[in-house]
């Protein structure tokens, strides 16, 4: 990804803590339907302040307003009487004849991109074609993947806080969008993946490039002269578009009943709340489907046989499937009406379809049923290489669950065609993601060795083959609840938030999936946006801090002066006047991952405990000990002396830096898939989450711990140094951004040569080697997807060393054995213990039985406590229960109290108050709750073939946790039960009486 520049700000920006996109808020918001729905009426009224109509004339095209729809559109031609929308349209009239070039040869996907972009790159303002960007949107924290061009550019370039890496500029972006999926394979135009030709340009006040006139006048000189399409072909309707807190007025434009292209004039910030604001700049943003264009031109039945090439017909071979052309070229006409976003009732459209095609419902669906599900599995394994290829993993959370949804829905047509064996089961289901990268290539350039990708589809196929059967549980418990019947609400709840494949429910349920179950998904989705949180102090009319821990991080003591004093606003110390910002400082304040500097400030003589540093804005706020008494007035101007404490700094300094080699060594261990998730930073350790799609093994530990030593050992030299952000992801590509994008033209760069380059701020060695030793500590799957490597490094990780070689010491002197045999020697202790244990159990359950049976046979004692020396109740809640029925019987009861547990069954409730005995132990424990059953039951393992008894009628009471037991045994004594020793094996326990 390289040659392009993300959003720009006028200074060198800091990046916040890793993790603060989780601090996110997030409110309830209007969908994009009812946003457009309440901007509509105002631009259709105010049309010609909104749309280029004088460019419209120019070029012969009137408006009209569509009798079918009531919108407004301009035609070329009065045989155009409606918009020119499939829906209007009721159908595509260019399938089975192609249209312009087309009627002459058939164009390819990869010429089809080379004339739009000539036509664009000559054009009387031209545009400049860069690469696309990558679909995974880490430069943002409010979408999780590119779903169209403007993507790349929101919100920074949008905003004019940075420029674009051309202006204008041309790209063809891969988007994906999973609102679609119910529509794949029918409708001819509708994918999950899909490439979009975009026009960016951005007009800022003081230099204006070109808008709607000209974007208007660019499209149609593309679709005329490059294309050859007649204008009476062309309709333009006018609209309204909004996405990614941006709005504007929009011009879409159909040929043949197709909607090619969408030319967005954006001029509006927009909110949750559906209120806007004026953008400073004026943004065109145009996106045409690249799909569209081929299938438009070559008039195939469906655009996937154009789009999918090699890869189509290599599967249709191993398959041995005939795509039958004939009902496609009658069908593709009328699919345009199966959207399910806007067919009123989709029955019916199929029964309307049928009918025109004079066969019934059964008939066709079952005529293309078998090409459509060939269609989805090469759509959705397109879509599936380029998000893991550009750093995204299938999961159960956030938008990795739509990516694990569609890979599984893929498995599952394939076992149910019957086509994995059939296209030679993992080995030919990975040749087809080597046909789509072939296929791209003419596009986006040569695809590097991914090694992890076979690993990542192996586990992917085998979780899926067996989905958690805890899963499944809840999913029959529901349908009991429901009574069989699935709602919308159930079906998302099992699918997004259980994680069960669509298949799996489908199964389960014997249910079909709701025909708009995908759409759904996206609108709610859609309802709740991220918003920043409120920030709590305004810092806009302050110079920006001096930063001194650049110039010099070993910098210790420094003098400053006061610039503004500030009440705190926070939780701690609420009110208080304790907040200082200088004109210089060189603590470090809390940021990308990084936890702050600590230390101390003399202010008036008086000495000041630094206990915060936060950055807010261009300013760095100090939060001290105790309150400033005086006006901020008095102490504006003041010297302070500050002292920074160096041993933390240097803690942190080499935890920093341990965390890039942590994190490319285990890019080199595990393979390309491994990205950086999230990190922190503290004196006494420090953890890095990376994308990973397993927990990592004991080997997979020491082949990264050692491989960050070796980096270490080999002393290599890290560069830290400014550069502008156009020329650094030239130099170094997207894997700048670990932690997120970093608004600001200049990136400060952290280099340790030949091994991990990245755009960071905090504080860093000068060379490998000053950090000394790293020891992984322990490592975890923190999320589906998200593996978190604990460790620390430096002095701290001398200490874990020790701390390490003092227990194996430990342990030879207590074995008595040499460092080499304490293997051998626990191993024989374990096995030995094992073997004991398990007697010790036995004999525990014989003295258990014997104790209770000389309970029961003593015919003077109905109530009696028994006193449990067991650390845990195991014994007693697997066992007790077999007693049930004869306490019944012979009408008595009995307790076990342990230091931590109560468990006890009386024949007749009256015998103990178990509210009473709740209330006993909730004076150590306020959360404690006695749990009580009127019936067990008990199955005798130890016989084979033994029926569950169960008992009826009687009082199970009992609960484990925090307790006083003498408390419990005081008044259980009180409720007269009492403890037997006669009749009772004194040497198998004993009771202590006061």
């Known amino acids: 990804y390289k040659g392009r520049s993300l959003p720009k700000s006028s200074s060198f920006s800091f990046r916040p803590m890793e993790g603060d996109s989780e601090s996110m808020q997030t409110v309830t918001a209007l969908t994009t339907k009812e946003i457009k729905a309440k901007y509509r009426p105002e ?19 009137s408006r009209a307003q569509c009798p079918k729809c009531n919108g407004y559109y301009w035609r070329h031609s009065e045989k155009a009487t409606t918009c020119g929308d499939s829906n209007c349209l009721e159908s595509y009239t260019f399938i089975g004849k192609g249209l312009g070039i087309g009627k002459e040869k058939k164009i390819t996907y990869q010429e089809a991109w080379k004339g739009f972009e000539k036509s664009l790159t000559t054009c009387r303002i031209p545009c400049k074609a860069i690469p696309r960007y990558p679909v995974v949107a880490r430069w943002r924290n409010d979408v999780d993947y590119v779903a169209a061009g403007i993507y790349c550019f929101q919100p920074y370039c949008v905003s004019g806080e940075m420029e674009a890496p051309e202006n204008p500029l041309i790209c063809p972006q891969f988007s994906v969008r999973f609102n679609d999926l119910d529509n794949i394979g029918i409708t001819g135009r509708h994918y999950s993946g899909f490439i979009m030709m975009g026009i960016q340009v951005f007009n800022f006040p003081n230099k204006f490039i070109f808008f709607g006139d000209e974007v208007v006048e660019f499209n149609l000189q593309w679709l005329t002269e490059t294309l050859k399409i007649d204008p009476d072909e062309i309709t333009f309707t006018e609209d309204v578009w909004a996405g990614g807190g941006n709005l504007g007025p929009c011009i879409e434009y159909f040929i043949g009943g197709l909607e090619v292209g969408n030319m967005v004039l954006m001029q509006f910030r927009s909110f949750p709340d559906g209120h806007l604001e004026d953008l400073p700049v004026k943004v065109v943003d145009v996106g045409v489907g690249l799909e569209r264009v081929t299938w438009l031109i070559n008039g195939t039945g469906t655009s996937y046989e154009d789009t999918f090439g090699e890869a189509f017909f290599w599967f249709k071979e191993k398959l041995g499937i005939e795509v039958k052309k004939d009902i496609w070229e009658k069908f593709g006409p009328f699919s345009c009406q199966l959207n399910v976003e806007d067919a009123e009732n989709i029955d019916k459209t199929w029964e309307e379809i049928a009918a025109r095609l004079e066969m019934n419902v059964t008939e066709v669906k079952a005529a293309i049923e078998e090409t459509r599900d060939l269609y989805i599995v090469l759509d959705h394994t397109r879509t599936l290489m380029i998000i893991i290829e550009d750093g995204s993993l299938p999961s159960n959370v956030g938008g990795g669950n739509n990516v694990r949804q569609i890979l599984r829905r893929v498995f599952a047509i394939l076992h149910k065609n019957n086509w994995w064996d059939k296209i030679g089961k993992m080995e030919g289901f990975l040749e087809i993601f080597g046909k789509h990268k072939k296929a791209l290539e003419p596009l986006f350039g040569e695809f590097k060795e991914y090694k992890s990708f076979p690993g990542i589809m192996e586990i992917e196929y085998n979780r899926w083959l067996t989905t958690d059967t805890e899963q499944a549980k809840k999913l029959e418990k529901l349908l009991k609840k429901t009574k069989g019947k699935m709602g919308m609400d159930d079906w998302i709840l099992a699918v997004t938030s259980w994680g069960i494949p669509v298949d799996r429910v489908e199964a389960i349920s014997k249910s079909k999936v709701p025909n708009n179950f995908w759409q759904e998904i996206h609108e709610r989705q859609e309802r709740e946006q991220k918003v920043a949180p409120t920030q709590l102090y305004e810092t806009s009319n302050l110079e920006e801090t001096e930063n001194l821990y650049y110039q010099d991080h070993k910098l210790y003591d420094f003098e400053a002066q006061v610039v503004d004093v500030f009440v705190n606003k926070g939780k701690e110390m609420k009110g208080k006047r304790n907040i200082l910002i200088l004109n210089k400082s060189a603590f470090y304040p809390t940021s990308g991952g990084q936890l702050h500097d600590v230390g101390t400030l003399e202010v008036e003589g008086e000495t000041f405990n630094l206990i915060n540093c936060e950055k807010v804005g261009k300013a760095v706020l100090h939060y001290l000990d105790k309150e400033l008494l005086k006006s901020p007035e ?25 965390t890039h080699i942590i994190y490319a060594s285990s890019r080199k261990i595990l393979g390309p898939h491994v990205w950086q998730n999230g990190a922190k930073k503290t004196p006494h350790e420090a953890h890095l989450d990376i994308t990973h799609y397993q927990a990592l093994s004991k080997e997979e530990e020491v082949q990264i711990e050692n491989e960050a030593n070796q980096i270490i050992r080999k002393c290599v030299k890290i560069n830290k140094f400014l550069e502008g952000k156009p020329e650094a992801e030239k130099k170094y590509g997207f894997h700048l951004y670990q932690g997120g994008v970093i608004p600001g033209n200049t990136l400060r760069i952290v280099d340790i040569e030949g091994i991990d380059t990245e755009a960071c701020c905090g504080t860093h060695c000068d060379t490998s080697g000053e950090v000394g030793f790293i020891k ?5 799957r923190i999320s589906d997807g998200i593996v978190r490597l604990t460790f620390c490094a430096g002095e701290r990780g001398l200490e874990e060393l020790n701390v390490q070689t003092a227990i194996i010491n430990d342990l030879c002197k207590l074995w008595s054995v040499e460092q080499s045999k304490i293997v051998p020697t626990a191993d024989r202790f374990f096995k030995d213990y094992k073997k004991f244990s398990n007697k010790v159990e036995k004999q525990d359950l014989q003295i258990l039985k014997l104790q209770v049976q000389g309970f029961l046979d003593n015919p003077e004692s109905s109530k009696s406590l028994f006193r449990s020396d067991h650390s845990n109740s195991k014994l007693y809640f697997s066992q007790l229960n077999q007693f049930a029925s004869e306490l019944k019987e012979k009408k008595k009861g009995f307790v076990f109290v342990g230091e931590s547990f109560v468990i006890g069954i009386v024949s007749d409730p009256s015998m103990v108050n178990a509210k009473e005995l709740e209330t006993i132990i909730k004076k150590t424990n306020e959360k404690a709750k006695v749990v009580v059953k009127n019936k067990v039951d008990y199955i005798n393992k130890e016989k084979k073939g033994s029926k569950k008894v169960e008992t009826k009628d009687i009082c199970h009471f009992s609960y484990a946790g925090k307790m006083n037991p003498q408390e419990v045994e005081s008044f259980l004594l009180e409720q007269k039960f009492s403890i037997q020793l006669e009749n009772l094996p004194k040497t198998f326990f004993y009771c202590e009486l006061q």
């Open 43 to 61: 631009f259709q009224k105010n049309y010609e302040k909104y749309y280029p109509v004088s460019t419209f004339e120019k070029f012969g095209f």
């Open 634 to 658: 008095d102490y504006k101007g003041k010297n302070v002396k500050c002292h920074i404490d160096e041993t933390r700094r240097n803690q942190l300094r080499w935890h920093h830096t341990a």
């Open 776 to 780: 992984l500590l322990k490592t975890q």
